[in-house]
């Protein structure tokens, strides 16, 4: 069957970069399966310029203009969701009357409420999951009451269906309440609210990496996942207009990380970043920055903006020789380097997925919501790091564990270990998005119906 340019899909994630990132991407895969894609940023986010061309972007009002900010994510959320609906409704309102009518919107999952507006226009419904099915299957036996965190935490620990043992350590916080983050936590939860009537669910992860987990999964929901979904240059063919992620919420020092990996020798770099949102307290910047110092590897270190006052005074002075601290980095480019040997990694789902494609060993260490679920996958299932340990009395991790745990990846037999496992789901990761894979065909039968409906 021929498939045609004029089923027309939204994708619209919620504005922050870990669910961009992904659902860009995916926008630019189906674009490659031959269907009009139109991706959604809100008026809140100043994106950088979309350098793809094989997608359109569109904006809606999201209750902020451009450039303005709320510091509070609860704020953040209740202006957002009252002001979202109506003018997503009025985009789609728009494409009606046009030669392109909306046959479906992939909507990021912790926004429910779009499938509502979708079916308001008869058109179907896809909730994209941005962390992984395991994290998701946590959420879910806690939102339906099946997973119940006792009271003695650290003498417990969970067996739960398709999952690995798990220590309390080892779950999402949100599993256990709200904390001082009740938006966010209903946002999480909200996922589940209606679940039943969706048309497909999308994950960014792949088959062969959560088998167990994606069949119990399978067996309550249309489960499909379609990862990883980093772009095709860095895995497997490259499709047209591919070359980078394309929108994002901060500017890379591309430049500078690119010309300083390039004069250092193969493996020999640790790169450190905690994502776009972790924020660490300056006592553990500053055990990572003497555990840096004190590991003797040269090292790329994103900090933040709002992040840099907390680094040890002189640290970049002091250091200039063996390390480069910058703002943001192009993190996939810093990833495929050849000189890079070592990622220190928050464990956000994204940066977890790119680096276990990509094939470079991890330092975990998890700061809040999916991340310590990711580090006990990364250290214990998939076997392609460590995982820091927290010093008890401090509660932080100390400058020793860090230089412990660079030595570990890089070095010796427990390196050796973790490099041929990186290897080999690299390489499984690159097969599950290359024509005929696992996510692949999940992708194109996805787009078969959609067509099928349109004729
Ligand atoms: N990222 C980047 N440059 C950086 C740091 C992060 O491009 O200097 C990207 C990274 O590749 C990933 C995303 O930002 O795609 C962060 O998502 P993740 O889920 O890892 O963490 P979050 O920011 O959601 O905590």
């Known amino acids: 069957m021929e498939k045609k340019k004029s089923t027309h899909i939204l994708v619209f994630p919620f504005p922050i970069q870990g669910h961009i ?3 860009l991407q995916f926008s630019k895969r189906l674009a490659s399966k031959n269907l009009k894609v139109t991706f959604i940023t809100s008026s809140s986010s100043s994106v950088t310029e979309n350098s793809s061309t094989c997608i359109d972007t569109e904006t809606i009002y999201d209750g902020f203009n451009k450039g303005e900010k709320s510091t509070d994510p609860a704020e953040f959320i209740a202006r957002y969701e009252s002001s979202v609906p109506k003018s997503l409704a009025e985009l789609i309102e728009k494409y009606s009357s046009s ?12 926004l429910p409420w779009v499938l509502d507006v979708a079916r308001k226009f008869g058109a179907f419904g896809a909730s994209f999951f941005t962390q992984n099915v395991a994290v998701c299957a946590l959420y879910y036996l806690a939102f339906d009451g099946s997973l119940k965190v006792p009271v003695e935490k650290d003498k417990m620990s969970f067996l739960l269906p398709s999952l690995p043992e798990l220590e309390f350590n080892d779950l999402p916080p949100f599993v256990n309440g709200p904390g001082a983050y009740r938006a966010i936590y209903d946002m999480v939860f909200s996922q589940f609210s209606n679940i039943d009537d969706v048309d497909w669910l999308f994950w960014n992860t792949f088959y062969e990496l959560e088998d167990e987990i994606v069949n119990w999964m ?9 990862g990883p979904t980093i772009p095709s240059m860095f895995l497997d063919k490259q499709l047209e207009d591919d070359k980078d992620y394309g929108l994002s919420l901060f500017k890379p020092n591309s430049d500078a990380c690119m010309n300083w990996l390039n004069a250092k020798e193969p493996n020999s770099v640790v790169y450190i970043s905690f994502g776009s949102l972790a924020a660490l307290n300056e006592d553990q910047m500053t055990e990572l920055a003497c555990g840096l110092k004190s590991s003797k590897k040269g090292f790329l270190w994103v900090v933040r903006e709002s992040e840099d006052k907390k680094l040890p005074d002189n640290f970049i002075e002091e250091t200039k020789d063996m390390g480069l601290v910058v703002k943001w980095s192009p993190q996939l480019d810093v990833l495929a380097h050849k000189s890079v040997g070592c990622f220190i990694t928050h464990c956000g789902w994204n940066s977890t997925l790119e680096a276990l494609s990509l094939g470079v060993p991890m330092v975990a260490m998890p700061q809040w919501t999916d991340q310590p679920t990711n580090a006990k996958f990364i250290a214990d299932v998939w076997k392609v790091g460590v995982r820091v340990k927290v010093d008890d009395e401090k509660g932080i991790v100390v400058k020793e564990e860090i ?19 990186s290897e080999k789901w690299k390489k499984l990761a690159c097969e599950a998005v290359d024509e005929g894979g696992s996510s692949d ?13 349109s004729n």
Request: hydrophobic share 30%; proline share 7%; glycine share 6%.
């Open 403 to 421: 230089e412990r745990c660079i030595g570990e990846v890089m070095e010796g037999e427990t390196g050796n270990r973790i490099r041929k496992n």
């Open 441 to 453: 065909k999940n992708i194109e039968e996805f787009v078969s119906k959609l067509v099928c409906n």
């Open 99 to 110: 030669e392109y009518p909306v046959k479906c919107i992939v909507y990021d999952s912790i």
């Open 21 to 23: 990132n992904p659902m």
């Open 218 to 226: 399978a067996r309550k929901w249309p489960t499909k996942p379609i």
